[in-house]
Structures are given as structure tokens and as C-alpha cells.
């Protein structure tokens, strides 16, 4: 911090004190004032005994609003680092990566925050978590040899977020994927059957998710959309709109390919 920010913190926290005690002081003598009715006097006592834990909880919120954007960033940065892991398949590193996004996300949950802001906190971040997560699981099906009875994908009461959050964040996952496949396969010197043979691969997986996400494509938007932000790009439809784009990409190429041959 600068010594002018520094500066600027002091004057604020003294301008704060000073209206405190003048606040303090004010309704001292209000409540101490025997120009008042005997009703007006009982009303004042009654706003004063119900609101005097007000200042500190507002006040608190005040405070933890900066503390849970500090965590959120902490939580998209963790992802971005992560997706470089996956791509190096430094596996070791990933399983870090998902510790502390979990542990982020745990701490952001025990903040007393407004309501509102906490939805919106939520489900941001909450979509951001379960992307990585999926995306961890999306990868090994396409690059890693497993067993396909083994694909586990972590459901919304395993993460602890809500359903709409965890549809979003599968969503985000199916795009993100394609991104990393997408760069595969810009790299020179892949033989043309393991191009065809990744293409179908991702091309497969992605429809299999885009079907099971398809069934609520109809519902109300204020139901299973996650994001209260304006326009088509952050309502759930866009979101499957977005899949959609990724897969006909994939199955274009993967016609060009099979023109040439």
C-alpha cells in the first residue's frame, strides 16, 4: 500500500469516528429527551432496542463484501492456473488446485454478507468451481486410457452449490474442454487418424452432455438460469447455444477431413 493510500485510510477512519460519536451523541440526547410523548417516547425506545445490533452487523457486511470479491478472484485465478496443470498433465498439481478452490468456496460461504450479493457470489463462483471440476473429468475421458466405468461427474450436493450453478458450470466445462482440444490439435506433425479419432471422441462426449442438458432447455428462465445478468449470452439457453457452436465446429472439420480422403 502507498503512503498517500495509507493517508487516505487515516483520514477515513478518523471522519468515521468523529460521526460515530456525533451519531452517538444525537441519539443519546433523543432518547433522552422529555419533549416527547409518552407514545413517541416508547416507539423510540422500541426502534432503538431492536436496531442497536444494526450498526455492528451492517457494518461487518461492510467489510466482508471486500473479503469475498478477494475470494472469488482467488477462485477464477485458481481455475485459469489450474487449466494450465491439466494441459502440462501435471496431475499432482491439480489435485492442489481443487483443494483450495474448495477451501476458497467453503470460506466464501461463512461470510455474512446480503442476501443478494450472496446469491450472486454464489453462483459466479460456485459456476467457476464446478467448471474446473468437470473440466478435470471431461480432459481424462478425452486423454486419458480409463476405465469409462470409473467417470465419476461430482454432483451439486458433493460441491455444495446449487442445481442451477452446477448446469451452468457442466455447460462452461464442455466449451472449456473444446478450447484445450481445439489447441491439441493446432500443434503440426498429428497423423491425420489420431485428428479424425479426437474430433469424434470430443464430438461424442459433448453431445452425450448436451442431451442430458437439453431436457431443461424449455424451463423458465428465472428457474434454471444461474446469472441475473442482461442478455442471451448469460441466460441458460445461451449456454446450451454456446455447445451447440463448439460441436458443429467440431463435426464441420471432422466433414472436411473425411472430403479430402
Not at 451439486?156 to 472449456?176: H, I, P, S, Y
Amino acid at each position: 500500500m502507498s503512503d498517500h493510500s495509507r493517508e487516505l485510510n487515516d483520514e477515513m477512519r478518523s471522519l468515521t469516528d468523529e460521526v460515530q460519536g456525533l451519531a452517538t451523541q444525537h441519539y443519546a440526547y433523543s432518547k433522552a429527551s422529555n419533549d416527547a410523548s409518552p407514545i413517541s417516547r416508547k416507539l423510540k425506545s422500541e426502534i432503538s432496542e431492536i436496531t442497536k445490533a444494526y450498526v455492528d452487523s451492517f457494518e461487518e457486511q461492510r467489510k466482508n463484501i471486500g473479503k469475498c470479491y478477494a475470494l472469488g478472484n482467488n477462485i477464477r485465478e485458481l481455475s485459469k492456473i489450474g487449466i494450465s496443470f491439466l494441459k502440462r498433465n501435471e496431475s499432482e498439481n491439480v489435485s492442489k488446485v481443487q483443494a483450495l478452490i474448495k477451501k476458497a468456496w467453503t470460506l466464501l460461504g461463512e461470510f455474512n454478507i446480503p442476501q443478494d450479493m450472496a446469491w450472486t457470489f454464489d453462483s459466479e463462483n460456485g459456476q467457476e468451481m464446478v467448471e474446473f471440476e468437470v473440466s478435470v473429468v471431461l480432459y481424462n475421458c478425452l486423454y486419458a486410457n480409463i476405465d469409462p466405468e470409473t467417470i465419476h461427474l461430482p454432483s451439486e450436493q458433493e460441491l455444495n452449490v446449487r442445481q442451477q450453478t452446477w448446469l451452468a458450470g457442466v455447460g462452461d466445462a464442455v466449451t472449456e474442454v473444446g478450447k484445450i482440444h481445439l489447441e491439441r490439435l493446432s500443434i503440426d506433425g498429428i497423423p491425420k487418424s489420431q485428428r479424425i479419432a479426437a474430433r469424434k471422441k470430443y464430438i461424442d462426449m459433448a453431445c452425450s452432455l448436451r442431451e442430458g442438458l437439453d431436457r431443461f432447455e424449455t424451463a423458465y428462465g428465472q428457474v434454471v438460469n444461474n446469472s441475473r445478468r442482461k442478455g442471451f449470452a448469460n441466460t441458460y439457453r445461451g449456454l446450451l447455444m454456446r455447445i451447440d457452436r463448439m460441436i458443429i465446429r467440431e463435426q464441420e472439420a471432422l466433414a472436411a477431413i473425411y472430403d479430402t480422403l
